[in-house]
C-alpha cells in the first residue's frame, strides 16, 4: 500500500481521486487527523498508552473513592483535621481522574465532549483546578503535621477540625485565584 493509499484511512478509489501534487502538499496532520497519526505511525506504543490510562484511572477512581469513604466517616475526623485534608485530597483526586477521564476519550478516541464554549471553559476550570488544590492540600496537610509532631501542646490551638474546614476553603479559594490567572 503506497503513501498516498493511506490518507485520513481513505479507501483507494477516493485516494486515487487527489491529483500527486495535491498529496505532496498536505502537510501530515491534514493526512492523519486527530489521533490516526499516533495510530498510524505507533500503533503499540498507543495500545499500551491506553491499557495503562485505563488501569491508573480504575485503580485511582476505586482506591480514592474508599479512601474518601472511610476518612469521611464522623468518627475518623471528629478529632482528627488529618482526616478533612486527607478526605479532601481524596475526592479532589476523583474530581480529578473523572475530567482526565473525558480528556482521554478525546485524544485516545477522538470523543469530543467538551468542544462546546461554555462547556470548555468549565472543563479548563475543573482540569486544572484539582492540580493546583492538591498540592495546597498537601501542604496544609504537612503543616498540620508538623505543628502535630513538632508543637504537639499547640495542637489543640491550630490542629482541630474546624480550623481544618476554614484552611480548606481558604486554600481552595487561592486554586481557584490560580485557576482564573
Known amino acids: 500500500m503506497s503513501a498516498?493509499?493511506?490518507?485520513?484511512g481513505?479507501?483507494?478509489?477516493?485516494?486515487?481521486?487527489?491529483?500527486?501534487?495535491?498529496?505532496?502538499?498536505?502537510?501530515v496532520e491534514d493526512r492523519y487527523p486527530g489521533s490516526?497519526?499516533?495510530?498510524?505511525?505507533?500503533?503499540?506504543?498507543?495500545?499500551?498508552?491506553?491499557?495503562?490510562?485505563?488501569?491508573?484511572?480504575?485503580?485511582?477512581?476505586?482506591?480514592?473513592?474508599?479512601?474518601?469513604?472511610?476518612?469521611?466517616?464522623?468518627?475518623?475526623?471528629?478529632?482528627?483535621?488529618?482526616?478533612i485534608?486527607?478526605?479532601?485530597l481524596?475526592?479532589?483526586?476523583?474530581?480529578?481522574?473523572?475530567?482526565?477521564?473525558?480528556?482521554a476519550l478525546k485524544f485516545h478516541m477522538d470523543v469530543h465532549l467538551y468542544d462546546l464554549p461554555v462547556v470548555c471553559q468549565v472543563f479548563n476550570v475543573l482540569f486544572f483546578l484539582p492540580q493546583y488544590l492538591s498540592q495546597l492540600l498537601v501542604l496544609?496537610?504537612?503543616?498540620d503535621r508538623y505543628i502535630v509532631v513538632c508543637h504537639p501542646l499547640r495542637r489543640q490551638i491550630y490542629c482541630c477540625p474546624s480550623r481544618a474546614l476554614k484552611v480548606y476553603t481558604f486554600v481552595a479559594q487561592c486554586a481557584d485565584f490560580n485557576v482564573q490567572l
Open 4 to 8: 498516498v493509499s493511506t490518507i485520513a
Open 85 to 88: 485534608y486527607v478526605a479532601a
Open 140 to 143: 496544609a496537610f504537612t503543616v
Open 10 to 27: 481513505a479507501s483507494m478509489d477516493e485516494v486515487t481521486s487527489y491529483p500527486l501534487s495535491t498529496v505532496a502538499e498536505m502537510s
Open 36 to 83: 490516526l497519526l499516533y495510530l498510524h505511525f505507533t500503533p503499540h506504543a498507543v495500545r499500551f498508552n491506553l491499557v495503562i490510562v485505563v488501569v491508573w484511572l480504575l485503580v485511582g477512581l476505586i482506591g480514592n473513592t474508599l479512601s474518601a469513604v472511610i476518612w469521611l466517616q464522623r468518627r475518623m475526623r471528629r478529632h482528627n483535621s488529618s482526616a
Open 90 to 103: 481524596s475526592v479532589n483526586c476523583v474530581v480529578f481522574l473523572v475530567v482526565y477521564s473525558f480528556n
